[in-house]
Nanobody
């Protein structure tokens, strides 16, 4: 199983980026998919999850600025990031887990390799 994240880059504060994650999971439609990030010297932070039923959940730090979406026909999950600030600078990871529970799962089984997002002031 592989998750391949892409779309990172350098953007000015106030700008936007769209991350994408492609999953080689036959059961992707039954998975919760999430995005995490890790800034230098900090712990990994959960930022968003989209459930198998398309319910979405966001960390307070990104709510209203980031939008998670999925396309089960392409086995992809995307993260649209608007209103970026230098505090959003981090390596962003996608993750997935077969999960039909309520709310974001407590853990994920599959992880992508990360994509760097750098926001300049």
């Amino acid at each position: 199983v592989q998750l391949q994240a892409s779309g990172g880059g350098l953007v000015q504060a106030g700008g936007s980026l769209r991350l994408s994650c492609a999953a080689s999971l036959r059961t992707f439609s039954s998975c919760a998919a999430g995005w995490f990030r890790q800034a230098p010297g900090k712990e990994r932070e959960w930022i968003a999850t989209i459930a198998w039923d398309y319910a979405t959940y966001y960390a307070d730090s990104v709510k209203g600025r980031f939008t998670i979406s999925r396309d089960n026909t392409k086995n992809t999950v995307a993260l649209q990031m608007d209103g970026l600030t230098p505090k959003d600078t981090a390596v962003y990871y996608c993750a997935a887990r077969e999960y039909h529970g309520t709310g974001p799962p407590q853990g994920y089984d599959y992880w992508g390799q990360g994509t760097q997002v750098t926001v300049s002031s």
